[in-house]
């Protein structure tokens, strides 16, 4: 005989509440960002219509701020020509501050990189996965070819999977993995899938094993680079704070010390944009003409992915319409 087990309001009560206490202690700072979420950002508003003959290109990034950094300049360049352009941040960059964390953080890092988007001219869009903790599972590969599909990209961004941070490895591995899933139509049936896949690109960088950075294409930002930095000095507690490694010192409270770290700020990323011109002349070379690519001062270079659509030149002149401008 089964004896049926029943529970008063206040056991019932303690039940809900251990397990809201045990929930929270897992998950750190979880209840905060849920206390937070009605100060977020509102929803950006919905994709542009598809049919209207320009690009659609989705750029993604581990945390608030990597997608900015990576597309920036070609960004704003796509967005003044009338492309529609997407920044996605992959977590919520909930632990990036040496001083700050939980849902506080996570929602001044969505409203800093919001306002980077409303510079730019593009839209952008910040996941609810904690810093820190994103990890290639099925769910969260459903999420990255849904945003793709429902963007109906042309040309999909990111990072190289070999990156010293377990967030950009596992943000490039879930966009490669999305790469032949966006035109599976049993795959994530809810968002219908693309009818051409899309080309999927890497952003540069410094790294060299197993294999360096190679640039397939580079773009001049000359025209729009003090824009691009005006942009980017927005996102006040990544590049004036230090983020995750600062301290109180970088960004003091008196407004000349703090003029002095933004000029500071300012002149070592223009200086990282230089780099890439100097870096990557050859490729500027093959699409700009010698004479031309040797005047470049700043730029940003890309690598194709082997995965996705596989472009001819002739494709890439026109998924990066500046080259005879």
Request: with cysteine; net charge positive.
């Amino acid at each position: 005989m089964r004896t049926k087990l029943t529970l008063s309001p206040l056991l019932l009560a303690l039940a809900v509440l251990s397990a809201f206490t045990v929930g929270s202690l897992s998950s750190r700072h979880l209840p905060s960002i849920a206390a937070a979420a009605a100060a977020a950002p509102a929803p950006q508003a919905p994709a542009p219509p598809a049919t209207d003959g320009k690009l659609r290109i989705i750029i993604f990034g581990a945390h608030p701020d990597d997608p900015e950094y990576r597309g920036a300049g070609v960004a704003m360049k796509w967005a003044s020509l009338g492309h529609h352009v997407k920044l996605v941040s992959a977590t919520n960059g909930d632990i990036g501050h040496w001083g700050q964390a939980g849902g506080p953080l996570a929602i001044r890092r969505a409203n800093e990189v919001k306002e980077v988007a409303r510079r730019l001219g593009v839209t952008n869009e910040v996941l609810d996965i904690h810093d820190g903790e994103i990890m290639p599972t099925l769910e969260n590969r459903r999420t990255v070819t849904r945003l793709i599909r429902e963007w109906n990209a042309d040309l999909v961004i990111t990072n190289r999977p070999n990156d010293y941070h377990p967030d950009h490895r596992y943000t490039s591995i879930l966009v490669q993995d999305s790469a032949f899933m966006v035109t599976v139509p049993f795959f994530a049936p809810d968002v219908k899938p693309l009818a051409k896949n899309p080309v999927f690109l890497y952003t540069s960088d410094r790294f060299q094993r197993p294999n360096p950075f190679r640039a397939d294409i580079a773009v001049a930002i000359d025209d729009v680079m003090e824009r691009t930095l005006d942009a980017l000095l927005v996102m006040e507690s990544q590049v004036h704070e230090g983020g995750a490694n600062g301290d109180a010192s970088l960004f003091p409270a008196t407004e000349p010390g703090r003029q002095q770290r933004r000029d500071q700020v300012r002149k070592s990323l223009a200086a990282r944009y230089a780099g890439y011109a100097n870096n990557y002349r050859a490729a500027l070379a093959e699409f700009y003409g010698q004479p031309r690519a040797g005047q470049v001062r700043y730029a940003q270079a890309f690598e194709i992915c082997e995965y996705g659509r596989q472009p001819n030149k002739d494709e890439l002149k026109r998924l990066f319409p500046f080259f005879d401008r």
